[in-house]
């Protein structure tokens, strides 16, 4: 059975910094790009990074750049989003997908996602 | 960016019903070289991630009831469940993934009447 669990979430200040993981399972990790798309509460979906099957390639939404980075580590069947400098338009739940075997950005399998909220 | 663009925001249908979401994209996203459209639809209940239900337009999901149908081509899609049953109550978002970023639809709400 195909698991993505989402984790790092949590209550972080504006400037602040956060690393999402998201740990895969019931599947070979490392033969699929990987997503992160998120989700502000009360909002609609945002695709905010891919990457990958060997991490060799990603690309993270403009808006983001600079401040987001996606990464994987197929041996721990894992992947990331390193988020720097977040402000309060940042809260929203976290999803991690992959992508369907053979696709980049098509999604088949969804976490249940992660909050993350920037207050103070 | 190609920009998606739902219609209605919400409706609401009888138990048995159909049900009709429009989708439009600011740009075509059928690719010529396969002649395949990359738009999906997914359906999102309360407290629950997105699920996927169609993709390449038309092509359901594995598992997904055959009361969902989705349609059209280049920039005019249409997501259709044929008779609403209690558990499509739920939001639907359409995305193109023709390019990237790949972007969402606003979404559509879909209550019983």
């Known amino acids: 059975e195909v698991q993505l669990v989402e984790s790092g979430g949590g209550l972080v200040q504006p400037g602040g910094s956060l690393r999402l993981s998201c740990a895969a399972s019931?599947?070979?990790?490392?033969?699929?790009?990987m997503t992160w798309v998120r989700q502000a509460p009360g909002k609609g979906l945002e695709w905010v990074a891919y990457?990958?099957?060997?991490?060799?390639?990603?690309y993270c939404v403009d808006s983001l750049k600079g401040r987001f980075t996606i990464s994987r580590d197929n041996a721990q069947n894992s992947l990331f989003l390193q988020m720097n400098s977040l402000r309060a338009e940042d809260t929203a739940v976290y999803y991690c997908?992959?992508?369907?075997?053979?696709?980049?950005?098509?999604?088949?399998?969804w976490g249940q996602g992660t909050l993350v909220t920037v207050s103070s | 960016d190609i920009v998606m663009t739902q219609s209605p925001d919400s409706l609401a249908v009888s138990l048995g019903e159909r049900a009709t979401i429009n989708c439009k994209s600011s740009?075509?996203?059928?690719?010529?070289?396969?002649?395949?459209?990359?738009l999906a639809w997914y359906q999102q209940k309360p407290g629950q991630p997105p699920k996927l239900l169609i993709y390449?337009?038309?092509t359901r999901e594995s598992g997904v009831p055959d009361r969902f149908g989705g349609s059209g081509s280049g920039t005019d899609f249409t997501l259709t469940i044929s008779s609403l049953q209690a558990e499509d109550v739920a939001v639907y978002y359409c995305?193109?993934?023709?390019?990237?970023?790949?972007?969402f639809g606003g979404g559509t709400k879909v209550e019983i009447k």
């Open positions: 740009q075509s996203v059928l690719y010529s070289s396969n002649s395949k459209n990359y």
């Open positions: 995305q193109q993934y023709y390019s990237t970023p790949v972007t």
């Open positions: 019931g599947f070979i990790f490392g033969s699929y790009w």
């Open positions: 990457i990958k099957q060997d991490g060799s390639q990603e």
């Open positions: 997908a992959r992508a369907k075997f053979g696709e980049t950005t098509l999604t088949d399998y």
């Open positions: 390449w337009a038309s």
